[in-house]
DNA sequence: TTTCTAAGTTGACTTGATCAACTCAAAATA
DNA sequence: TATTTTGAGTTGATCAAGTCAACTTAGAAA
């Protein structure tokens, strides 16, 4: 029997993450696929703070200052102050943090590509489209 | 910017997730997400093992033992002499087990009407469809 | 200058997942 | 039949992820 959408999600989001830790541990990369997601995020916009990546990732507040604390201690990023908002610090990647994510993004590359094998670019748009309606539809209803 | 499809991923899981637990509560049904699918995969076999479980679920057979334990304490399941494997046990839905699974049929049936509005059906099939690709591309190349 | 507020931090806890070692009864084989 | 092997399940330890409330603190507003 077919499975519902919840199980088809449920599985893909775990071969994901598994692929993911995996591909980045045989990459010399032992980070948790939090802190992974994270990184990534900072690289769209190079910088911002902590509320913006708890905002744009959808986490709790107290989850993103983990996950930063660590990344700083591991030499991956680092805090500096605010240029126009001077109550919260700026997120920067250094030097480390910077040669992380780029090869995280080269082995990120890789997965998506084998990811979508067989598919073609209009699936994969609608995909994303869908499954952003999908959220939309969920957050209107509860939050 | 447009999430990558892991992005739109982590974030409707994430509001799914979220959506089962809080229309549980509303119902009154107190249990983790994972309980609840574990018992929503029961339904379809109506009993099983529990090495059949974690298989369909693709969970760790310690993780799906844990839950059964927890779900045999609260009174919803019970194990069983299996007929013919005579080493694993069955796992049968008590009755007020089979009166939960009743109710939560019926408000995830609600959250998945709602979660799809917008959607033809033929979008939600490929939805599931693409899901299932992608799974199996990324399950190809690891494990 | 005092009050308010937003960002961040911390603690405590729950849920989810992983891995290895172990039990134990059933099945297979000698 | 006696012994070995195997498979299902259990347990312990640990990590990762998520939640919630209380708290700190420095900047903004009054």
Redesign the interface.
Known sequence: ????????????????K???R??AIQSGIKLPVGHI?LLKSLR?KESCNAKAVATQ??LDKSQVTRVIKDLVERGYLSKERHPTNHRSSLLVLTHSGKTLLDHIQTF?NT??Q??????TDQ??D???Q??????H???????
Chains 1, 2 share one sequence.
Do not use: C, P, W
């Not at 084998?114 to 598919?119: R, S």
């Not at 539809?137 to 939050?143: G, M």
């Open positions: 029997m077919q499975d519902s959408i919840g199980e088809s999600l449920y599985k893909l989001i775990h071969s994901y598994n692929t993911l995996e591909t997601r769209k990732l959808g990120e997965i998506s084998e990811m979508v094998i067989g598919l699936q994969i609608q995909f994303i869908i499954a952003d309606t999908m959220r539809n969920l957050e209107q209803n509860n939050d």
